[in-house]
């Protein structure tokens, strides 16, 4: 019986001994199982900042655009527009140098 009374005493030390370290594998576990579950939501949150990037993205490459087709035709307009007032000048100047009788020497 002394045998059996020293293997309890054996077994009881043990388990006092594995208790603490059973406890902080537990408790690994959890924060393991936690850090999973952060790393899930911030793989997430990634996903969603990369759509909203791309979109963000795309949306100021057609602004972009937007505002060129516009520069572009603001400047075809003002080229037709100075255009016009050249040759209005020019008319001007003719009716000018028929009523005076006088010829431009940058024309002529």
């Known amino acids: 019986m002394d045998t059996d009374k020293l293997l309890d005493q054996i077994g009881n030390l043990i388990d006092q001994k594995l208790t603490p370290i059973k406890e902080d594998i537990t408790a690994i576990k959890i924060t393991q199982l936690k850090q999973g579950a952060d790393i899930r939501i ?14 963000i993205h795309e949306r100021n490459n057609k602004d972009h655009m937007e505002i060129m ?8 307009i003002n080229y037709q527009a100075v255009n016009q007032d ?3 000048l020019e008319e001007r100047i003719t ?10 020497p940058i024309k002529h």
Do not use: F, W, Y
């Open 42 to 55: 911030i793989k997430e949150d990634v996903k969603t900042i990369e759509l909203k990037t791309a979109l």
């Open 69 to 76: 087709d516009m520069m572009i035709e603001s400047n075809e």
């Open 86 to 88: 050249v040759k209005k």
């Open 95 to 104: 009716t000018l140098e028929e009523h005076t009788r006088l010829s431009n």
